[in-house]
């Protein structure tokens, strides 16, 4: 990560903001630009543990999902859908995911517009291994207390909801 700074950026920024007459903005502020750096520092442990796997988090997303189907497949554009990306995203994580040998395509048995994305044994068998490594080296140590973590999940929830992210 690199030293850590001797004061925290981003309530330097909501102060300037509150001097800049900006004060009814200023904690959204601070509270967004707070979440995506957050997110940066997330996304960097998690890709920390992934690189010896020779993933990136998107294509373990994708292997993940692949992985809770009750087949071990999905029609490409489901798993855009449930992954919340556009669809040249998840070509471009198939595409790498083929050439490693971790997922096949197929077409669909009854469906000639749609193609199937398949777990192959050595992608299942990753993908497990995968899931063991983050859960041990990030997700148990999440750097969020315990008793923040529900409040969090919920607060976010509710944000991502009100955004039209999901219904209900």
Excluded at 4 to 31: F, K, S, T, Y
Aim: glycine share 6%; proline share 5%.
């Amino acid at each position: 990560m690199g030293t850590p700074l001797p004061r925290d950026p981003i309530a330097d920024a909501q102060r300037n903001w509150e001097r800049h007459g900006w004060a009814d903005v200023a904690a959204p502020m601070a509270a967004i630009t707070a979440i995506m750096r957050t997110q940066q520092i997330l996304l960097a442990r998690i890709e920390t543990v992934l690189k010896p796997f020779g993933l990136t988090f998107a294509r373990y997303e994708l292997l993940a999902l692949l992985s809770f189907a009750r087949s071990g497949a999905l029609p490409m554009n489901k798993a855009s859908a449930l992954l919340q990306v556009h669809p040249t995203s998840v070509t471009n994580a198939v595409d790498r995911l083929q050439e490693a040998g971790l997922v096949l395509r197929s077409p669909h048995p009854t469906d000639g517009r749609t193609t199937l994305i398949e777990l192959t044994s050595a992608g299942r068998t990753l993908a497990k291994r995968a899931t063991a490594a983050l859960n041990a080296e990030v997700f148990a140590q999440s750097g969020f207390a315990a008793s923040d973590v529900e409040q969090l999940v919920r607060i976010l929830g509710d944000f991502r909801r009100n955004a039209g992210d999901f219904d209900g």
